[in-house]
């Protein structure tokens, strides 16, 4: 987005602690904090990726935890018995183990793992008793994408395949044992590095198979196109369906992804879908007849609802089954009956499955699933179906991270409780909805608050207004670190979903179509006096921070008013026209966005920029971003922090080493410091004071 871990470890902490004391201090007990603390960040754990056995009997997931020692997430496999809920370690070595995904007939797991202490590579593990491990692969970088054959002989995946660097002239000749500088850089695409990865080597990303017992993997595509997962094996185990950009201006129209046919012989490649948008995770019906997909025509609007579609193998018959429902749909999988398919959605700041028939017919399975990353409470989550249609999910509450749950016809059930030791004893910010109508058009918002653990009804607290990024995305009743740790230092926090949000429809998302910040002010102040008329909310301790989008929002809001006493905007966009030239998406944002680009349209460009406000600001005003941030990139931050310097606004800089924007509070430690940075320049202005 301008907007995509943890082991229960005080006990090694406070060890830690005590080795390096005195002995007298030593030997005192240390009492673990009442409330939710920077250090508790590390001793937190989430569940993702569960993937249940074809039998329903299993469930394999991803746990993530962080090691405290090296300040670096860890990923282990874990396998959980869906009758009893015990759950035992499967892969749980040193190195990263992902993407687990179950064999046809429930024999084998296939993962990705740098078990080795390399790079990455894919193991299949025999699941029967006293079954082994075997590594399948030897490969230069990351395999993505696995899916199995059908009958279970092979396993096709995504491997990038190098390109050569562009050059510039001829290169000098070297004098033998010369020790010059790195050769120069020539950049020729378009889009030339990205957040998640930075300036990577040239080159593209192509389909492979190999044997699942292991063998030489065989290349089946080529040419100057990355092709995109997941992949779908049809039922013969002839054909690998595949999403690629084809086009011949593919740089600059990245919304024309079509689905193809690779032939697993030949590698000869058909087309078989041909609308004018982003289409893509095709899957195959159990009888092979079918593909079910998704997309939707491009109308070049900002969000667009993505849509579940159904053709033929051979792509005759196209035909939408989600028209109706108005909510974007991911994560396609077929019921076993070939029936229907099962699909995600957000509604109203809530994640479900739903259960789509071939007529359109709409049938809700599961709500509650939440993300594996709980920095901030944003709508998320995965799933599985087994053949019985027992749906396995990462599910969750305002008070929990992500466990491992399952729901068949009934009730959720959950099998997992990775934070009960870590949190039971905690007093937590008890989360509640808080219903908004906004003053600009008596729209419904939706927004919550989170309260202090303490919590005195009869006292008013200082507030935090706290805003999401995207702007295409939601919030909701999830767990969240960084409000925890803010009502725990005092601070009420209030969030909410002002329009340009997704999961209340096409419509409203539009809302902001080329007009962003727009409306959203009025929305987010409708939601600050409705919070402080809620009786429990100080209204001269107003405080705002946000993310990405919200950090937009944030260095708009100071420029429009002065009713806050201190703002945090982090990861902020500042000048739009500066913006979409270096963000990492720059070939999508001024095409969506705003239908012009800068030198067509400079004023529509500035007056939507925060920097256009600069002159207002009387807000003292903190900025943080992450110093490999490529998609709201650095110089974005700076420029306001400069403005604002030059202004004489109390502001400070505050850069995240080695963090990209999606990543910002990847690490605990910076997660944990970012947090009470903020908290503490909200504590300079009135605010509470800092923790000692």
Do not use: C
Request: charged letters at 20%; proline letters at 7%; a negative charge.
């Amino acid at each position: 987005m301008l907007r995509a871990m943890k082991t229960p470890l005080r006990t090694a902490f406070a060890a830690l602690l005590l080795a390096a004391a005195p002995a007298a201090i030593a030997a005192a007990p240390i009492a673990p904090a009442r409330t939710f603390g920077p250090l508790d960040l590390f001793g937190l754990e989430a569940a993702s990726d569960p993937q249940i056995s074809p039998d329903g009997t299993k469930i394999v997931y991803v746990r993530k935890s962080n090691d405290i020692m090296t300040d670096r997430a860890r990923s282990t496999l874990w396998l959980v018995d869906v009758k009893s809920g015990a759950q035992t370690p499967l892969v749980a070595s040193a190195g990263a183990h992902l993407n687990p995904r179950w064999s046809p007939d429930g024999t084998r797991l296939a993962y990705i793992s740098t078990a080795d202490g390399g790079g990455a590579q894919l193991y299949v593990r025999w699941m029967t008793p006293g079954g082994g491990t075997a590594r399948v692969t030897s490969l230069p970088s990351t395999p993505g994408a696995v899916a199995w054959s059908p009958d279970g002989t092979r396993l096709a995946y995504l491997l990038t395949v190098p390109g050569t660097a562009a050059t510039l002239g001829t290169p000098l000749a070297k004098p033998e044992g010369a020790q010059w500088a790195p050769s120069l850089q020539v950049i020729t695409k378009l889009v030339y590095r990205q957040d998640e990865g930075g300036y990577g080597a040239p080159g593209f990303d192509h389909l492979f198979v190999i044997a699942a017992d292991g063998g030489s993997p065989r290349q089946l595509t080529f040419g100057s196109q990355d092709e995109e997962g997941p992949l779908s094996w049809t039922k013969d185990d002839r054909t690998i369906l595949v999403a690629s950009n084809r086009t011949d201006d593919a740089e600059r129209n990245p919304n024309r992804t079509d689905i193809f046919a690779v032939d697993v012989a030949s590698g000869a490649t058909s087309q078989l879908t041909h609308r004018a948008g982003p289409n893509g995770n095709a899957v195959v019906s159990p009888d092979g007849a079918h593909i079910a997909y998704l997309g939707f025509e491009d109308r070049l609007l900002g969000s667009q609802t993505v849509l579940l579609s159904v053709m033929d193998r051979d792509g005759n018959h196209d035909r939408v089954l989600t028209a109706k429902l108005d909510r974007s749909v991911g994560s396609p999988v077929w019921a076993a009956d070939g029936k229907a398919i099962y699909v995600k959605y957000d509604d109203h700041g809530v994640t479900r499955v739903a259960r789509v028939g071939l007529d359109g017919a709409i049938r809700t399975e599961v709500e509650g699933l939440v993300q594996s990353v709980f920095d901030r409470p944003y709508t998320g989550g995965a799933f599985s179906v087994a053949k019985d249609g027992t749906v396995a999910f990462t599910g969750g509450t305002a008070l929990r991270p992500a466990d491992v749950m399952i729901a068949h016809g009934g009730a959720a059930r959950r099998l997992t409780q990775l934070n009960e030791e870590a949190l039971s004893a905690k007093a937590l910010g008890q989360v509640r909805h808080l219903s908004v109508t906004s003053a600009f058009d008596r729209a419904p918002i939706d927004a919550w608050m989170v309260t202090p653990p303490d919590f005195d009804p009869s006292r008013k607290y200082p507030m935090i207004l706290e805003i999401h990024g995207g702007p295409f995305a939601a919030y909701g009743p999830s767990f969240s670190s960084d409000d925890q740790l803010y009502a725990a230092a005092g601070y009420v926090v209030l969030y909410a979903n002002p329009r340009g949000s997704t999961s209340y429809g096409e419509a409203f998302a539009n809302q902001i179509h080329h007009s962003y910040p727009a409306h959203d002010y009025d929305d987010l102040m409708s939601a600050v006096d409705a919070a402080i008329a809620d009786g429990h909310v100080d209204a001269d301790r107003l405080y705002v921070t946000g993310g990405s989008g919200g950090g937009l929002l944030t260095s708009w809001i100071v420029g429009k008013t002065d009713r806050f006493k201190a703002a945090a905007a982090q990861k902020p966009v500042i000048d739009w026209a500066s913006f979409v030239l270096t963000a990492d998406q720059t070939n999508y944002f001024a095409k969506y966005w705003f239908g012009k680009f800068p030198w067509e349209d400079p004023q529509g460009y500035w007056a939507r920029s925060p920097l256009s406000l600069a002159g207002n600001v009387k807000t003292p005003t903190l900025v943080v971003v992450g110093s490999a941030d490529y998609r709201t990139p650095v110089s974005e931050a700076e420029q306001f922090y400069t403005a604002l310097k030059l202004r004489g606004v109390p502001t400070e800089l505050v850069k995240v080493p080695g963090a990209n924007h999606e990543g910002l509070a990847e690490k605990p430690s910076q997660s944990a410091a970012k947090a009470e940075a903020i908290l503490a320049w909200f504590g300079r202005y009135g605010g509470e004071p800092a923790r000692p």
